[in-house]
C-alpha cells in the first residue's frame, strides 16, 4: 500500500492547542483561556458585522479601506501595510517569503506557539533561546545569531507570559541584527501597554529595511472570530508578503468591521483601562499569597501568568477554578503555572477568591 508522504518537516510539527472553551465533561466553562476581550466588541463593528453587504462577491483583495483607515490612525502609508486573515496569516508568511530549508528562526523560551511552527512548515530550522525571568533575554539572543539566521520574533508584550521588553532592549536588539536579517515584532498585545511605555516598534519599522511589525484585531478589538490582522514594514517586505498571501485573505464583513472598530476608540480606550485596573487587582491579590507558595509574573498584557510552587499544583488550580466555571490555560512548558486572561472584575475575584483559599492563604484587599 502506498500513501502521500508528510514532508518531514510537516511531521516535526506539534499542532496548535487552542485554549479550552469547556470542561472534562464537555461542560462549558467561562473563556479565560484565550484573551480574548471580556467587554465583547465595540457596537460600532457589531452593527457593521450586522449589515448584509454583498456575500456573492469577493472582498477586496487589497483591503483598501482597511489600510488607509489603519494608516490614518497610526500615521503610517498604507502603502507599507499590509492586512492578513488575523496577524498569524502574516507570522507565517514572515518566515515563507525570508527562510527556508538550512534557514534558522530565532525566538525566545516561552514564547508565542506559533513561531515554532511557521518555522517548520517551511523546512527552516527552530532556534529556541533561553529566556531569564519569563523575559526574552536580548543579549543571549544576539548570541544566537548565525550567519543561518534569517527571521527573529519578539512577542512584545509577550505571550504567555506578559512580560514586557522596554524600547531601549527592543532597539538594543535590533540594533544587533546584522541588516540581513528580518526582525519580527509581534504587537498583538501592544493596545494594552500604557501609551508613553510603547516599545518603539513603528519608529523602527519606518526607518529600517529589515523590521516588520505584526498587530492584531484579535485582542483589545474583540473581532478573534473575524480573523484579521496586519503588519507594517518597509516597502519590500510588504511586496514580499504580498506575493505569497491569498489573494482574498480577508473577509469582506471582516474588513468593514475592523474599519468600524477603528473608528470606536472609546471602546479600546476603555478597554485598557479595564484591563489594567482588574490585571492590577489581581496581580496585587495573588502576590498577597507569596507566602504560600504563590508567584506571579508582572504582565503588561490581558492575561497573567501565575506559578504555583507550594502544596498547590498548577493542575490541581485549574481543576478547582474549572469547578467554579472557568477555563484557564496550562501550557506543558510551563508546567508550574496557569496563564489566566483578564476578566471581569467580578470573574477575577472569584479565581483570587479560589485560589486563596486552596493555597491556604489570606489575600482580602
Ligand atoms: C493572539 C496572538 C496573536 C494574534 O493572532 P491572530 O491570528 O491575529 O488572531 C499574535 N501573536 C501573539 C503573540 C498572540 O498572542
Redesign the pocket.
Known sequence: MSRPTMKPYVAAIHAYVPGKSAGADGKPLVKLSA?ENPLGTSPAALSALASIGKPAGYPDPDSKELRAAIGELHGIDPARIVCGT???ELLNLAVQAFAGPGDEVLFSRNS?A?YPIATRRCGATPVEVDDRDFRADVDAMLAAVTPNTRVVFV?NPN?PTGTYLPREDVAKLHAGLPEDVLFVL?Q?YAEYVAPEDEDGGFALAAAHENVLVTR?F??IYGL?AE?V?WATGAPHLIDALNRIRGPFNVTASAQRAAVAALGDQDFVEASRVHNAEVRERFTRRMQMLGNRGVAVVPSEANFVLVQFGGEVTAKAAQDAIAGAGYAVRHLPELDSCLRITVGTRAQMDEIADLLAGLAGGSNEL
Open positions: 484573551n488575523g496577524s498569524d508565542f506559533v512577542a505571550n509581534d498583538a492584531t484579535s485582542k478573534a480573523r490582522g
